[in-house]
């Protein structure tokens, strides 16, 4: 079942009965870093992408809200952990726009850093300049800082990661309708299949 799938349900010992229950599009399975990212690209991956970050010191993830940047930079700095390297990860959004006072800039680390674009100008200008290397997600490019890749929402992608949650998705017109009507950001398509999914268990 999806639950034990996603977050290991029975081997945390909850019985089928109550794996049942769960509500498939909690956001504790698909917040960033719970689903791997799907690329459109053709031999495009993570592999690929942490070659490119050797190559610059200063990267950007860029697009809309919802198309998967926050996924993408996760699994990245899971990469760079999991080899050994010294990582950092920063999250900025309208009620958090403030570098933490204890910010370093060691010589072997590197920061991730996602909702770069919610930090004041002057101290984005500062971290570019003084980061060792530096990645991070942006809405709108970034002048003079190389692109890592842009996160595109596409249909297709947003049906393979429904199927991927849940092994009983609503007909796939229903699916056409969330989409659209989420404007393509994926994360407020989940929003409206959590309800849809609590509505059956809530009446």
Known sequence: MFVGVCCGGYANGESPALVQMVNPFSTKFWASGTI????????????TLLEKTERNHVWQIVGPHGSGKSTLLSELGKRYESSGKNVRYLSFNDQHRRLPRDITFQADQT???????????????????????????????????SILYRTNPQFSIFVQIVRQITPTPPEESVLRTIYERSSGNFRNAFFELYDMFAEPSES
């Open 111 to 145: 920061l991730f850093i996602d909702g770069f674009e919610q930090l004041q100008p002057i101290h984005r200008v500062w971290l570019q300049f003084w980061a060792k290397r530096l990645i991070v997600t942006v809405h709108r490019p970034i002048w003079f800082v």
């Open 36 to 47: 791997p990212f799907h690329f459109l690209e053709q031999g495009e991956s993570i592999h």
